[in-house]
């Protein structure tokens, strides 16, 4: 059976600009990396990105940053952090974002446990506000892509079960966002949604694999949270205050 409806509680707003400024030098970035953000009209919110290397390496979805020359993070209160981008070899639809610093990176599942019926959990920013949605895998399949520089896609297909509550509009600004087992471990990266379907789309897991053995990581054994169905929503709101998952926006040129 898989329909199911498992929401989770709507997400606490973010800081905001007064609050912000003391966070500031509380957050992993190098302070000086920090910028104030221009007025609405000269800015938008395209995705989500997850930190892989605390160094400031994160994984970010190319159709996030496709045309942009401005590329930030939102780091709330009206701070962002700029990024660089490189491309990783034999990756079409992905890349590697640096940073000035980053939150700690999420451990990454072993692909040889991802089996069907396991659940995931996608924290991020759907619709450009915090928010997250869960699914449980049903298996692979093709992604068609119909633009000229895309190829097709091997990825897993999730059937939607549940998302943040009050939460309007599609999933698709969670693209790029990581995809997490119950141990917090990436199974994959977000791609989009098809809510006609009930299905939300991920990358394999080897393709973080091969994007994350790209940079800078190094081991690390502290422990992580057990998420469930009914806490996903909290686990989700202390992985973006801890910056390990951000926002992602292009500053109009």
């Not at 003391?22 to 190098?30: D, G, I």
């Not at 979805?61 to 045309?67: D, E, L, N």
């Not at 610093?101 to 072993?110: E, F, H, I, S, T």
Request: contains cysteine; proline residues 8%.
């Amino acid at each position: 059976n898989w329909h199911e409806e498992s929401n989770s509680p709507i997400a606490p707003p973010p800081p905001g600009i007064g609050e912000m400024a003391l966070f500031a030098n509380l957050t992993p970035f190098f302070a000086g990396s920090i910028i104030n953000l221009p007025v609405d009209d000269q800015k938008t919110m395209t995705g989500t990105a997850f930190s892989v290397a605390k160094s400031g390496e994160w994984i970010v979805a190319t159709s996030s940053i496709r045309g942009c020359t401005h590329p930030f993070l939102n780091i709330g209160g009206n701070l962002a952090v700029p990024f660089k981008t490189r491309a990783i070899k034999g990756i079409d639809n992905y890349v590697i974002a640096a940073t000035e610093g980053a939150g700690r990176p999420l451990p990454l599942v072993d692909p040889a446990t991802v089996k069907p019926g396991m659940r995931g959990f996608m924290p991020g920013f759907p619709d450009g506000e915090v928010g997250e949605a869960t699914g449980r895998l049903i298996g692979q399949t093709v992604i068609e892509h119909t633009k000229r520089f895309q190829h097709n896609e091997t990825v897993l297909a999730w059937a939607k079960a549940g998302r943040t509550e009050g939460l309007h509009g599609d999933l698709d600004k969670l693209t790029g966002g990581p995809v997490i087992d119950d141990s917090s471990r990436v199974v994959g990266i977000t791609l989009n949604e098809k809510p006609r379907r009930g299905r939300i789309y991920s990358s394999m897991p080897q393709t973080v694999v091969t994007l994350a053995n790209a940079t800078d990581r190094k081991p690390d054994f502290e422990s992580e949270a057990t998420i469930t169905k009914r806490n996903y929503g909290i686990v989700s709101d202390t992985l973006r205050r801890e910056y390990r998952v951000a926002q992602v926006g292009c500053i109009a040129s």
